[in-house]
């Protein structure tokens, strides 16, 4: 599940042997010396009180941050620099993917994960997939580049467990087809920015059976892996089940793919769940 790739620039070069398919099996491409360059007077927003929120965010679009009680033109130059340079990354390391890849928002996470109190809906502790309750993704895939900014060296600790389809087939028969007009009226109410599809609201039940059930947590099978400090890490996160235990100061870029990009599109979760539910989702 976890695929070393040798690759120690964020732009340049594809590589000679291509990751897209291991990519999309469920890996986690590991980049071991891949390490973002922090500036010395970078360093002063290394600290849990630089966010208001759990995490700084960064809209690439507009170039605004969010989760700080204050606009910051040095800490925006540093997501930018990040965000900026995981676009090279996926341009590079992901040649079937040129143009399609759309890049959404890039995060600071400054807070340790280790005994943060939450909701157990918002505990990243909890084996989960990722599905975003107020920003729908109507079926594209979510990529997550992942940079482990530690100063002191140390690691960001996950837990991975089963491959999509068998969380899939597991909990398919409790996920229910969201009401008719339910997807208006959470737009209608602000609580989603766009149109959330029956596939969002399935991928949110999924994400929610998932993190509720305990038994599933500490019985399913999964295994434990360290990303040092200095490395950066690919993932579906919307695939592949993933809780973050330990670990603080990070860097996140995401990005969504329209599953007709993939080179095997009956992988994506869309085509899982609508084998399963015997329908289109979007
Ligand atoms: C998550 O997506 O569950 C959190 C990942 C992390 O912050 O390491
Ligand atoms: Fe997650």
Do not use: C
């Amino acid at each position: 599940m976890l695929r070393p790739v040798p690759r120690d620039t964020w732009g340049g070069d594809s590589p000679a042997v291509d990751v897209t398919a291991d990519l999309e099996s469920g890996a986690v491409l590991l980049f071991p010396n891949l390490a973002f360059d922090v500036h010395v007077n970078e360093r002063a927003y290394f600290s849990p009180s630089i966010a208001v929120a759990k995490n700084v965010s960064f809209d690439p679009a507009s170039g605004r941050l969010g989760g700080v009680a204050h606009a910051d033109e040095a800490l925006t130059a540093m997501l930018r620099r990040f965000s900026d340079a995981a676009a090279a990354l996926v341009g590079a390391a992901f040649p079937p993917y040129a143009g399609r890849l759309q890049r959404a928002r890039a995060s600071f996470r400054p807070a340790e994960i280790a005994g943060r109190q939450t909701t157990w809906r918002h505990d990243d502790t909890r084996l989960h997939i990722d599905s975003f309750p107020a920003t729908p993704v109507q079926g594209r895939r979510i990529l997550r580049v992942f940079t482990n900014v530690n100063p002191e060296g140390r690691p960001r600790s996950w837990r991975i467990g089963e491959p999509f389809e068998a969380v899939a087939s597991r909990f398919g028969n409790q996920l229910k087809m969201p009401a008719p007009f339910s997807a208006s009226l959470l737009r209608l109410a602000r609580i989603t920015k766009s149109h959330r599809s029956p596939y969002d609201a399935l991928m949110l039940q999924l994400h929610d059976r998932m993190k509720a059930d305990m038994a599933y947590q500490s019985n399913v099978a999964q295994e434990a892996v360290d990303f040092p400090a200095g490395s950066t890490w690919v993932v579906f996160t919307d695939a592949v089940s993933h809780a973050a235990m330990a670990g603080q100061y990070q860097l996140e870029q995401t990005f969504l793919l329209p599953v007709d990009a993939m080179r095997q599109p009956a992988r994506s979760p869309l085509r899982v769940l609508e084998r399963i539910k015997g329908r289109p989702l979007v």
